[in-house]
T-cell receptor
Framework: AQSVTQLGSHVSVSEGALVLLRCNYSSSVPPYLFWYVQYPNQGLQLLLKYTTGATLVKGINGFEAEFKKSETSFHLTKPSAHMSDAAEYFCAVSDPGTYKYIFGTGTRLKVLA | DAGVTQSPTHLIKTRGQHVTLRCSPISGHKSVSWYQQVLGQGPQFIFQYYEKEERGRGNFPDRFSARQFPNYSSELNVNALLLGDSALYLC????????????FGPGTRLTVT
């Protein structure tokens, strides 16, 4: 069965510092991988996705993620944090065979001035 | 273009009652998925519909049901409400397959008392 693990339910970084949010997945087939962001009282917004091809994926708002099959990881990074990045971030995996999407438990990012 | 819309925004029901939540997808999207997001957790997959057929189902009891209409809008029905059904219910639409990103609505906040 597929699963997603997000290490660190809360992450704090200083404004301008590197953002690193960790995501590991478990899947018996090549998965599709996604990162979403959720601001308070809003739905989820797609940051980026990996389906096939280049393993380094660039998304919106300066975020990027690298698919590492050997490590079953899809960590999200941003070189310089901005106050507006404070939100909850979810990693998700989809199984092309079952049409199910599995979300991680989320990481709440706090950006310190 | 309008995004995914959901109604109602908030809902308060009593244990044992029935509830119907509604979702209108982005124009041109033929797939609708439903998720339950309990406070502090990631979204849990409930259903996916594509071209009016159920294509995926998560681990939810039979009290949960859904359908998709010819115009691709969708309803989620929950019978015999339990206190534990209190959550944010999210609807997402996409073009179709699991490689496609999902676009989320703002959700319906259901409180069961």
């Amino acid at each position: 069965a597929q699963s997603v693990t997000q290490l660190g339910s809360h992450v704090s970084v200083s404004e301008g510092a590197l953002v690193l949010l960790r995501c590991n997945y478990s899947s018996s087939v090549p998965p599709y991988l996604f990162w979403y962001v959720q601001y308070p009282n809003q739905g989820l917004q797609l940051l980026l996705k990996y389906t096939t091809g280049a393993t380094l994926v660039k998304g919106i708002n300066g975020f990027e993620a690298e698919f590492k099959k050997s490590e079953t990881s899809f960590h999200l990074t941003k070189p310089s944090a901005h106050m507006s990045d404070a939100a909850e971030y979810f990693c998700a995996v989809s199984d092309p065979g079952t049409y199910k999407y599995i979300f991680g438990t989320g990481t709440r990012l706090k950006v310190l001035a | 273009d309008a995004g995914v819309t959901q109604s109602p925004t908030h809902l308060i029901k009593t244990r044992g009652q029935h509830v119907t939540l509604r979702c209108s997808p982005i124009s041109g999207h033929k797939s609708v998925s439903w998720y339950q997001q309990v406070l502090g957790q990631g979204p849990q997959f409930i259903f996916q519909y594509y071209e009016k057929e159920e294509r995926g189902r998560g681990n939810f009891p039979d009290r949960f049901s859904a359908r998709q209409f010819p115009n691709y809008s969708s309803e989620l029905n929950v019978n015999a409400l339990l206190l534990g059904d209190s959550a944010l219910y999210l609807c997402a639409s996409s073009l179709g397959g699991t490689a496609y990103e999902q676009y989320f609505g703002p959700g319906t906040r259901l409180t069961v008392t």
